[in-house]
C-alpha cells in the first residue's frame, strides 16, 4: 500500500479501482462460510442456502445529483437499484426491502414526501414494499442533501451467478444502453443538448422472471456503474470465457448515440439502470429473447456477443470497419476536453 | 436503420472492407517490409484505436503516430512558465488537458495544489469572459497548433480585456514533418497530413515539403472511410513513386484555405524556432507573439523566474519515460516498460498519458493493445 494513500472518485466509479479497494479493504481477512455465496465472491448479493433455495440478501447506497433527473430521482433509484441486484441472482420476488434515510438538517419536506411518493411508486411496479427503515439527520454541510440506503432479503430456487458462463454462450442486453448514465450527466452540467435523453431506472424483476421460466441462462448482471464494460469484463473473467462483442449490433437511442459523440464518451462506460446483460446458452437464445421481447422493459433486447474460448477476461469489440480490445473504465467519465 | 445512415456514410463495413482489400493489394505491390508511413495528429490516432483499424491493416503496412499531440509536446520549459505565473499570484487560465503535463518539477495541477490559481477554460473567448468578471491579472496559456491560434489571433486583434496577456506555447506543425522525415533512421516514406489543419492552411502549405523531400502527403479527414482512403492514396503514391500532396478532404479543406484566417494567423503571430518536448530543436515550429502585440504578451509584462522551479532533479520514474521516442515515431507505447503499469492517466509520468491526444492516453482508452494483429491467436 502506498504512503498516504486516499480514496478518490474513481474508488466509486464501478471500475477496477473500485474492486481493488473492496478486495484490499473489505474482502481481505473476511470469513468465507462453504456453500454461502459471499463478499468474497463480489456478485450482486449475497445467497444463504435455505430449504430447497436460497435466500439472496444484497444492500446499496444511493446518492445521486441532481437528486431529480428526466426519467425518474434518487426514490424510485434506491428501490429499482436494490430489486434489480436481487433480480441478477435469480431473487425475482422480494420478501421485503428495508430503507435508512440520512437527511440534511434544513432538507424540504416537500421533497421528501416528493422522494418518498417515488420510492411508494417504483415499488408497486415491482410487487414489493418498505417494511422497516430508520432516519438520521445530519447537521447542515455534514451531509449532501439526503443519502439513501436499501437492503433487499428474497427467496429463490433458481440462483442465477455472474460467473456461469461457457464458450458458445451468447450474450443478450435487454434494451439500448447508456440511457441513465447520460440522463444524469446532462442534468448535473446542465449540458445544453437536445433531444429527450431519459434515465430508464425501472425495476427487471417481472422481466427476469419471466426470461428464468425459458431457461438457459447461464449468468446474469445489471451494468449500472462502469456501463456494459465494466460488467460483460466481471462476468467474462469470472466464468474464465473471453468474449466477442457486435458494437453495431449494441442498441442505442438516437440521442445517446449523439450525446456521446458530442461529449466524447464510449456509451459502454456509461451506467444504466434499468437493463440486464445476460449469458444464454445458444440453443436457448430464441426463446430468451422471445420472452424478453413480449415485455415492455426487454422490447429492444438483442444478441450482441458471444464467449469464446481464447483470450478469457478480454473483451474483443468488432466495430463495423475493425476490432479492437474493449477497455475497462477506470475513472468517471468527463467530457473530452478538446 | 435508415436514420442511421447518414451518419453511418463513412462507417460502412462494406466500404471499410473493400477499402482494406485495395489496401491490401498495393502493399503486396510494394512489396517491401515494412512500409511505414506516418500521420501527425491525435484524432487520427483517436479514430484508427476508437474503430480498432490496425487491425484490419496489412501485417506490413506500420501506420506511426508522429508528434500530433500539442499538449504533449509543449516543452518543459513552456510549463514552467505556467507554473512560476501561478505561484507568483497570477491567475492562468488554460485548457484542462494541460494541467497535469509535468514540468521540470511542478505541473500546473501541482502549482494549484500549492495555492496557484489555475482557471480551466474550454476557449480562449472563456477566458475573456473571466477577464472581463475580475479585475485580477489572468494570463492564458495559449496551446495548439494552428487551428487553435487562429481563434487565439482572431481575439486579440478583436482587442483583450487589459487585464488579460497571452503565455503562447502554439506550435506549427509543417515544420516538424520535415525534421522528423529527416531524422536518423526514419524509414517513413509518406505523410497523412490532418483534415481539420488543413482547412487553416490549405493543402498547399505541404506543397513544398513534398518536393523537397520526395515524400507523398495525402489530407485526410477523420471517419474511419476517411483515413482508409487516405492510407490508400498514400500507398498507391509509394509504389507509383509519386510524391503529390493529394487532398481526400475536400468537403472541407481546399488549395488555399481559409486566406482570413491565415491573414489573422500570421498578422499576430510570427514562426520562431524552438524545442519540442522530447523531439528536437524544430526551427520555425513555435508561433510566438509579434513585436506589435508586446503589450498582451505575458513574457513581456511579467518577469517570469523559473531558474527558481529547477532546484530539484526530476523523479526517478521519468528517466525510464520515452515519451520523445514515441512522439518521434521510433517507439510505441507498448514498447515503454512504464506504460499501463506505472503510468496511466490518474497518474500518469509521462505528456503522452495525460493528453486525450496523447497516443498513450489513447491506447490506453482503447484496450492498451490497438494492434490486435500481435494479439491473434
Known sequence: ?338 | MDKQLAQLKFRDPARARALGEALNRVTQEIGRDPISVMHVCGSHEQAIARYGLRATFPRTLNVIMGPGCPVCITDVPEVDEGVALALAGVRVATYGDMLKVPGTKRSLADARADGGRIDIVYSIAQAVDLARDTDEEIVFFATGFETTAVATAAEILRGLPKNLSILSAHKYIPPVMEIVSEMPGSRVEGFLAAGHAATITGSAVFEPFAARHKLPVVVAGFEPLDILAGLLALLEQIRDRKHDVQNLFPRCVNREGNLVAQDKLWRVFEPQGGRWRGIAHIPNGNLRLREEFANVDARKRFKIDIKSLWEDAPSQLTQHCICGDIMSGIAAPKDCPLFGKACIPDSPVGACMVSSEGTCRIWHQYGGVPDLREEQR
Do not use: Y
Open chain 1, 1 to 338: 500500500m502506498k504512503r498516504n494513500e486516499r480514496v478518490s472518485m474513481k474508488h466509486g466509479a464501478g471500475g477496477r479501482a473500485m474492486r481493488d479497494l473492496i478486495e484490499r479493504v473489505f474482502i481481505a481477512g473476511a470469513k468465507a462460510i462453504p456453500g454461502v455465496v459471499g463478499l468474497a465472491e463480489m456478485d450482486d448479493g449475497a445467497a444463504i442456502p435455505m430449504g430447497d433455495g436460497f435466500l439472496v440478501v444484497t444492500t446499496d447506497s444511493h446518492v445521486v445529483v441532481p437528486r431529480f433527473f428526466p426519467g425518474g430521482d434518487i426514490g424510485r433509484l434506491a428501490i429499482c437499484g436494490t430489486v434489480n441486484d436481487l433480480a441478477m441472482m435469480g431473487a425475482t420476488e422480494p420478501l421485503a426491502l428495508t430503507c435508512a434515510a440520512i437527511i440534511e438538517e434544513g432538507f424540504p419536506f416537500e421533497e421528501l414526501e416528493r422522494i418518498q411518493r417515488s420510492m411508494r411508486q417504483a415499488c408497486d411496479e415491482a410487487g414489493c414494499s418498505v417494511l422497516t427503515g430508520d432516519t438520521k439527520v445530519m447537521g447542515k454541510g455534514e451531509i449532501d442533501g439526503v443519502v439513501l440506503n436499501t437492503t433487499g432479503v428474497a427467496f429463490t430456487r433458481t440462483l442465477v451467478r455472474d460467473n456461469g458462463m461457457k464458450a458458445g454462450d451468447r450474450i443478450i442486453v435487454t434494451g439500448p444502453i447508456a440511457d441513465h448514465g447520460f440522463a444524469v450527466l446532462v442534468a448535473r452540467n446542465d449540458l445544453k443538448l437536445e433531444g429527450d435523453l431519459r434515465s430508464d431506472v425501472a425495476p427487471l424483476n417481472e422481466l427476469v422472471r419471466m426470461i428464468l421460466k425459458r431457461g438457459g441462462v447461464t449468468a446474469m448482471k445489471d451494468p449500472t456503474r462502469g456501463g456494459v464494460s465494466s460488467a460483460i469484463h466481471e462476468m467474462a473473467s469470472k466464468s474464465g470465457v473471453g468474449v466477442v462483442l457486435d458494437e453495431q449490433a449494441i442498441p442505442l437511442r438516437d440521442e445517446v448515440r449523439a450525446a456521446a459523440e458530442v461529449l466524447g464518451i464510449d456509451p459502454l462506460h456509461v451506467a444504466n439502470e434499468g437493463k440486464a446483460l445476460l449469458g444464454v446458452r445458444a440453443d436457448a437464445v430464441d426463446a430468451v429473447l422471445d420472452a424478453l421481447r413480449s415485455h415492455p422493459l426487454g422490447r429492444e433486447a438483442a444478441v450482441i456477443g458471444t464467449c469464446t474460448q481464447s483470450h478469457p477476461g478480454r473483451i474483443r469489440l468488432h466495430t463495423g470497419v475493425g476490432e479492437r480490445l474493449l477497455a475497462e473504465p477506470d475513472g468517471e467519465p468527463l467530457p473530452r476536453i478538446c
